[in-house]
């Protein structure tokens, strides 16, 4: 135990309580960078990492602390803060043992769970728990308790019908807003689906995204459940409601490797579906040499693991592999594809029909999930009849007004139009630099902003024809996008 | 490009650079936690990662920068800092693919351990490496290159004879000081022999502890190349010299988790033999159930990769197995282990016999390594006889000399005997709770504290005999040793 004199350094650096030694106190408590050590003031005591620093920067016996533990213990500039070394979380003898190879039991999953979520392993930790889960992958028994920790460490909401619908698409497709038109449709039918969504994150915009320019998408847990009980449904941004509190942290590690340990991302979603009370799931996965996933044989492993983990967890599992050869809709980019969405919904003419008819299979595919109808084609006429009579764009516009209505912003009014070079079909678009110009436009920041695709895979095009057009808000934008080589997005022949 | 108007966070974290964003910033910038930006102020530039705070802790256009990057960018609050953002290092490519499986080429090593010496990469993408290395393993072909690139990329001291020695011993034995009678000896008999050692990590003392109670082990590299010109050679600290910068690094992630890839362990071994010129290399492997290797089959096959590798870097390699059941010597830290070493130099009666006995047979393989002598007898006899005659002694005082003498520090005034409960012989001592022990003491930190061992195995003991001392500097040392169960330290039957 020694005494320490406390300096403020003025800022926040996240959660996670640090604190300042210099070499020399540090050698005295015999700790190193990134152990912990407890600090006590009056009666208050917390956990915090040691960050050292050299032996001028801090005179022996003062500790260097972020505003965060200033706050958090209270503390002036007269208190004196007694600190011992902590121990070592037990968390990690079991990440190492899993970077050795050795699976993880329901209890050591579930411990290092509570460790991140209480903030009790440093970065390097949960960077080498992440990087065992992906060097040495989850079974799908450790997905399994994973999921489970993962929605037992945060927020749930509980619902008690025997019916609760979700969907999840692993994403890679562009333009892919379905969740807008499916969770209208079987809502109207009187089903209750709580669906939580994802900003984007490397992508033009994410549900959550597109959501946001016509509704507030950030509403706490207890409204969201009255919002559910009112009208079935809602469409939201899951990192609005803490219902996965351990995978936001960990998303944090994961990013600069873009790490995506398989078992974890199944975990992550279905975390998210385990936490509204979920049980008939449908899972989307695109595949192409342009999606996540680029084969068949990656694909049925994929929809096994789904099916299984689903299983264990007693949901009632569908699982469905599609195109992930070019954009679904026309409108990639918050605003644009929120036009896309409401012309489905009020079938209006030039309404894009692969995003219409993809929604419709899979809302079939949900209502078939339930057992209800003995052939498909009847779940199907079902979910045409909702959308053609008006009754899911009435149940979409309830939705907005339960979640709170926002004005829709404009289509950014600066806009470039990429033309053919040539006469011939279109062959091939590439998903990823039409997801990087719509980014470089603008989207999902600028929710105007975004790409307009005037011609689709097979459609045949003249010379000088508009192959599709880029939007932004502001001319510095549009000056980004001719910097890259957008020319390549279409391939004509 | 933004501009910034910058914030001084009055304080040093590390080498790397550190930008604080708000959230709406980074937002802007489409930078997140831990990715990296471009600093431009006047003509500087440097590349900074980034830490996101909360909007109100930062203002819009305000960039949080510690110390390091202030006074490396002399920024002065009048400056504007324009910021934009960075590409990742296409090193995070190689680290996710080792992570998968891939082994890694040597242009790819190279450039992580460039990265990683110009702080180029984040502590999460080294901790990945580390893992990758861990999990995934290193080859032989992967840990001679990371070797020659942790050789590149750090300090080398340059030295042209066809004979230079160099020992390693892995550790995990207390007392084992061979290296202060090998190195002595050896250059007495007219080899070189630069030797850097290490300090004490988690033990009560390294080499560079103990030497450095009689004499400097900081000194810089010209300064060390001199030494070894003069007198033949040098007992220094390699921290000091900065032969191993990446392996530095690496160190502090890789200490959370205290983990120790093999490959990354033998390249930091055998990169700081190559930096030195060694060429005709030792290497003891103490083995036994307290070891760091447990069994012969272990031992054989690190044998094996040690040989392996030397052979590669073109050394004449020699690797023994040795005993780790009991410490080497009699006294366990920097003081009690330099007064064992003395005698065993200056032929003392009550030298301790096994120290001694070890060295000779160090110093018999290492010249026998030459191929100067037919037989290892011969070898043999040179060594005692260096001893014998007072010539290895002359010479560790012109060492000491050469790297500047020092007052040696009394033995602990406090003292505490353990005696024995009961008449028998010592048919066990646990290592690791004697070194325990010796760090409670204040070892290495109090370089007169440690543990003195009166029995050895194998010995009588009758009733109340002492079986080890603890010597420590102050005598809240000795109230923390009272309450380790030091009683378990020794089995007698």
Known sequence: MMTFKPKKIPIRVGNRYIAILN?????????RTAERIILTVKSKEITAIVDITEKNELKDNEIGLFAETWDKLKITTKDKIRVKPAQKPKTDKYIKAKLEGKPLTAKEIDEIVEDIVNDDLSDIEMTYFVAG???????????????????????????KDKIVMDKHCIGGVPGNRTTMIVVPIITALGYRMPKTSSRAITSPSGTADTMEVLANVTNEASK????????????????????????????????????????????????????????????????????KVKDKKD???????????????????????????????????????????????????????????????????????????????????TA????????????????????????????????????????????????????????????????????????????????????????????????????LEYKKAYTIK
Request: glycine letters at 10%; charged letters at 30%.
């Open 224 to 291: 969201l459940k009255k919002i559910a009980m009112k009208v079935g449904g809602f469409i939201t941004w899951g990192g609005g409601v803490d219902l996965a509190a351990a995978d936001d942290k960990l998303i944090r590690v994961r990013y600069p490797l873009k790490l995506d340990p398989q078992g974890m991302l199944l975990a992550s979603i279905m975390a998210k579906k385990f936490s509204v009370s979920s049980n008939h799931v449908l899972i989307d996965i695109p595949i192409g040499p342009q999606g």
């Open 133 to 159: 889960c992906f060097a040495r992958k989850l079974s799908d028994r450790e997905t399994v308790n994973l999921t489970k920790s993962i929605v037992k460490h945060g927020g749930q909401l509980k619902f």
């Open 299 to 381: 694909a049925a492993k994929l929809k096994k693991r789904f099916f299984t983990i689903g299983k264990m967890l007693g949901m009632r599992m569908k699982v469905i592999i599609t195109s992930a050869d070019q954009p679904v809709g026309n409108g990639i980019g918050p605003v644009l594809e929120a036009i896309d969405v409401i012309k489905v919904l009020k079938n209006e003419p030039d309404a894009p029909k692969d995003l219409r008819d993809k929604a419709i299979k899979l809302v079939t595919e949900l209502l078939y999930l339930t057992k209800k109808y003995s052939f498909k084609y009847q779940a199907r006429k």
């Open 384 to 483: 045409i009849k909702t959308l053609e009579s008006g009754k899911a764009w009435e149940q979409f516009q309830k939705i907005i007004k339960a979640q709170g209505k926002r004005r829709m912003p404009k289509v950014g009014e600066y806009k470039f139009v990429v033309r053919s070079g040539r006469s011939g079909k279109v062959t091939m678009i590439k998903n990823k630099l039409i997801a990087t110009i719509a980014r470089s436009a603008g989207a999902p920041k600028d929710p105007g902003a975004g790409v307009y695709i005037n011609k689709k895979l097979g459609e045949k095009v003249r010379k000088g024809e508009a192959l599709f057009t880029v939007y932004a808000e502001n001319k510095t934008r549009i000056g980004y996008v001719r910097n």
């Open 23 to 31: 070499e020399n106190n540090a050698k005295e408590l015999d700790v």
